[in-house]
Every structure is written in C-alpha cells, then in structure tokens.
T-cell receptor, first 113, second 112 residues
C-alpha cells in the first residue's frame, strides 16, 4: 500500500511570496489532515477534511492560509503572503473511517527568508 | 487547547538500556497515541491506548495509562541505535472526532 505523498519536499521563499503544498492521501482514506510543525515542537493541526468537507479549521490562520480538497482525494495547502514565522514543516496525514491511526507523509520543509 | 506534555524533553542512553518517557494531559480523553519521528521524516504511529485500558505492549514498547493522574508513559526496552528519534504523545478528546493534539515531544538519543 502506497503511503501519503507530499510535494515539494523542500521550499525556500521570501516573505510576502506565496507557496502551495500538495498532498495525496492513502487510497480510500476519507479523512485528511494538515499539520504545521515548528522546529522543536509537536505538530499542530491546521485543518481536517472529511471527504471534501472541512471538519475543523479552528487553528488555520485564515487571513493567509487556505486549503482545499477537491473531489475528496488530493489536497493543497496555500500560504499567501508568507511570513517569517511560517517557516516550519507542513505534514499531511490521512486516516480511514474505521481506524483511529493517522498515517503521515514525509512533510514539506518551508523556509521563509 | 488541551495538550500533552512530555517529560523529559531530551534523553540520552546507551544501547541496550531502557528508555522511559512520560506524558501528562489536562482533560478527559478518548484515547492516547504515541508516535515516533526520525530526523527529517514524518511521524510513525507506534501504539494506541484507550481510556479504559491500563497497559499495552507492542514488541519492545510498553505503554501505560493512568487516567486518574492524567498521565501515560512509554517504555522502550533494550534500546537500539535505530530508536534514536523524537517521541510524541497525542491525545484524542471525547467527542472530538479523530483530532490529535500533540505534545512537544521527547528527543531520545541512543548511543552505540
């Protein structure tokens, strides 16, 4: 079974630029999550999708972050405009309806200069 | 938001020794999960313990849960250099769907 795929793996941008991350969950997983992990900290949930609907986006900075999951499969997370404090690893995870375990992708490491 | 807190923040041991790390949380949970993160990689699920369970084993891992003290511990026995990683506890609150709230992690270094 293929795991969660993310791209790109690394991205360096300047502040005020925009960036987008892509995630392809494990086939058949209805739930998809985006996390932000700042260096030295645990992951923080940004947004949770159930199929193509948003379940929880309470910690998503909506003035600059947006996410979508069209057709209930792939998802993109966008930051526009980026700030220095957005430097972090962005992790995507997915889970099936029948299990509570989340499966994580390798993450995208973002550096904002 | 409610969050698990791991203790210690960092741990250094010799290969073959046991490693124990603790997690405390604040409110009632549905379950508690432990994840491992190797340097530069995503998280890997290790073990899930439900609120009505007190102990679970998986290979060299042993997890305990004390809901009266709102705490959990992860024990890695006979550690190996490959166990070098950060270990995170994550709680799932009752009626919170499958939302994980992670602690800050324990960084474990196993020296050969």
């Amino acid at each position: 079974e293929a795991g969660v795929a993310q791209s790109p793996r690394y991205k360096i941008i300047e502040k005020r630029q925009s960036v987008a991350f892509w995630c392809n969950p494990i086939s058949g997983h209805a739930t998809l999550y985006w996390y932000q992990q700042i260096l030295g900290q645990g992951p923080k949930l940004l947004i949770q999708f159930q199929n193509n609907g948003v379940v929880d986006d309470s910690q998503l900075p909506k003035d600059r972050f947006s996410a979508e999951r069209l057709k209930g499969v792939d998802s993109t997370l966008k930051i526009q405009p980026a700030k220095l404090e957005d430097s972090a690893v962005y992790l995507c995870a997915s889970s099936s309806d029948r299990k509570e375990t989340q499966y994580f992708g390798p993450g995208t490491r973002l550096l904002v200069l | 938001s409610q969050q698990g807190e791991e203790d210690p923040q960092a741990l250094s041991i010799q290969e073959g020794e046991n490693a124990t790390m603790n997690c405390s949380y604040k409110t009632s949970i549905n379950n508690l999960q432990w994840y491992r993160q190797n340097s530069g990689r995503g998280l890997v699920h290790l073990i899930l313990i439900r609120s009505n369970e007190r102990e679970k084993h998986s290979g060299r891992l042993r997890v305990t849960l004390d809901t009266s003290k709102k705490s959990s511990s992860l024990l890695i026995t006979a550690s190996r250099a490959a166990d070098t990683a950060s270990y995170f506890c994550a709680t799932v609150l009752r009626a919170a769907g499958n939302k994980l709230t992670f602690g800050g992690g324990t960084r474990v270094l196993v020296k050969p």
